[in-house]
């Protein structure tokens, strides 16, 4: 059997062979379909993926294994931070994957004890990532006690191309109010913990005054209550044939939030995507929304400093 050549030959007939067999299977990779993901306009004009890929608690080493296997199943949104000690292998799998840097938007945050030095913590950011620039740089918590929050801000304001958008994470409205009040550019997106259980109704009206997007860290709970147990997500879960998490991502995505459950398992991340297919109805939507009860699994924003 003859080999056909790539017309580039550089080399010897096996390093031929060899770059065909590479650009075949880069070529395989690339043709991999993603989900028809809605996106959000931001208020600096960008689009992000509605429904995104989380990689918060997954071990560095098998980062990026689960991150190809979540590229694989169709997600082109992923989300990371310093703090979670993984970019290295989330830089790797995109790398690897054959999928034009154009054709995805990741997400990395700066931890508090980077404020004071904001340029040189982004900078390490793009380095383990091996990119030359992220879609969505966040401030990861704002750290009340240490009062820099806002200079950590101003530096992000300078990035220009280099952080496509800028955002924060686990802002109040009384931070988001000083914020906005003492710089320029209002954040592109507030995220923060948000479920069923823990609605944060304070904070989702304040970031919708300010035309800020919400995203939801913890969307289903972080396993802290028992979704079989709550009825009205039972109930729409056999009305829809669906999962109970199927259900409550379909809620996030119907009010407009930005998801990104976070799964290590290559089923339900293709599970987690299959939910563009049914529509909670609005009867459903306010029989979730009762459930709100202030359960809040994760900390509260004054409480990292």
């Not at 030959?9 to 070529?27: H, T």
């Not at 790398?95 to 054709?103: D, K, L, M, Q, V």
């Not at 101003?154 to 800028?166: C, D, F, H, N, W």
């Not at 299959?274 to 709100?292: K, S």
Request: overall charge negative.
């Amino acid at each position: 059997m003859s080999i056909v050549g790539t017309g580039n030959f550089f080399g010897s007939p096996e390093e031929e062979r060899d770059r065909l067999v590479q650009a075949l299977q880069g070529g395989k990779r690339q043709t991999t379909k993603p989900a028809e993901i809605p996106t959000v306009r931001l208020n600096d004009g960008n689009k992000i993926p509605q429904l995104g890929f989380g990689v918060f608690k997954v071990d560095p080493a098998e980062t990026e294994r689960v991150v190809s296997e979540a590229l694989e199943a169709g997600y082109r949104h992923i989300d990371t931070a310093a703090f979670y000690n993984n970019e290295e292998g989330v830089g790797r799998a995109i790398a690897a994957s054959g999928i034009p840097r154009e054709e995805l938007f990741v997400t990395t945050k700066l931890w508090p004890t980077r404020f004071d030095d904001a340029e040189a913590g982004f900078n390490e950011s793009l380095e383990k990532l091996g990119m030359e620039y992220v879609d969505l740089f966040l401030l990861h918590w704002p750290a009340p006690r240490n009062n820099n929050f806002v200079q950590a801000w101003k530096v992000l304001e300078q990035l220009g191309e280099r952080a496509r958008s800028i955002g924060v994470c686990n802002f109040l409205p009384e931070h988001l109010r000083q914020l906005i009040d003492e710089t320029t550019i209002v954040p592109a997106v507030n995220q923060f913990e948000l479920h069923p259980a823990l609605q944060q109704r304070d904070i989702q009206e304040a970031s919708k005054a300010a035309g800020i997007a919400i995203e939801s860290w913890g969307p289903l709970g972080q396993g802290k209550y028992d979704l079989s147990k709550e009825a009205p997500i039972a109930a729409a879960a056999r009305s829809h044939g669906k999962t109970l998490a199927q259900v409550v991502i379909r809620w996030h995505l119907q009010h407009g939030f930005i998801v990104f459950p976070k799964t290590v398992n290559p089923e339900r991340m293709r599970e987690n995507l299959d939910v563009l297919d049914f529509e909670l109805t609005a009867e459903e939507m306010v029989a979730i929304d009762n459930l709100e009860r202030g359960a809040r699994g994760g900390s509260h924003p004054n409480d990292i400093n």
